[in-house]
């Protein structure tokens, strides 16, 4: 079996992909391990001949290189197609708009190495573009580790705790949790938060749920104005919203955090404003998206 498989989901980023697919294969080889990797690169409806750009660098690639042409659009479509291509005993998450660092296929070996089960891990992300905004980054200096037989679920939320382009896993992990929820992510109907939704299953089903602050990928996703930050805060906030719906009966203790996050923007009302202040989005902007997401979910996402 392949060691390791990096699944790269891709949509009209012919400008981009080539230098995440070559930080692939740097950290392959810098690897002493020299393990087996596989690239998965799902094209996702693309119109500028990503697929063939892609095929073309595939063909001096140290790396076995599968193309999955996937017209469907959304990302956990993507991503669920991309799995189903994956051969590695390890499989991967990484965006296009992103680059491994040389020692992130050693430092991914090395944490499997020491794990006793099964571990769905995520490590740092750094900005790749100093003049890009310092947003969809995680630079936690420390390791935490969310285990159900050890964590309480009434104070847990783990939305963020790490982020969807940089993911790793065991197969087992997919084979028991199952699918990317395909009403979530960008494409689909709720237009983010497929990865919360996946990693809260996992975590569910007993999974460990680590951050690592090695494992470093640089995010190089190009958001320069207020305005790209705000927009991708409202999906992230309409997302949200629709987890709470989906897990509400069952878990009510995870949407705890729209309880504090309603007890925030009553606070803003008397005092300094919360939440991303600093991207003009306050508690009371996000409290409104979430209600909107969880009315979205209960009339739309159920029927889907």
Known sequence: MTDVSVVVCTRNRAHAILNCLQSIADSAAHCEAKAELQIVVVDNGS????????????RNSPIAVDVVEQPRVGLSVARNSGVATARGRLVVFTDDDCRLELNYIKD????????????LRGGRVELGDATDLPFTVKTD???????????????LHLGGCILGCNMAMRR?????VGDFDERFGAGGMFPAAEDTDFIFRAYLAGFP???VPDMTVRHYHGRKSLADIQQLLRNYDLGE??????YALRHPAFVRQFYWDLKASLRELFGPKTYQPQFGVFSRH???RNIRGIFSYAFKGLRA
């Open 286 to 288: 996000k409290i409104a």
């Open 172 to 176: 087992e992990v997919i084979e028991k």
């Open 141 to 155: 200096c420390s390791t935490f580790r969310y285990h159900i037989r050890k964590t309480n679920l009434r104070m």
């Open 241 to 246: 919203g629709a987890i709470y719906a989906k």
């Open 209 to 211: 749920i680590e951050y």
């Open 108 to 119: 991914l070996l090395a944490h499997d190495a020491t794990d006793s089960g099964p571990v």
């Open 47 to 58: 119109r500028d001949g990503t697929a063939s750009i892609v095929r073309e660098w595939a």
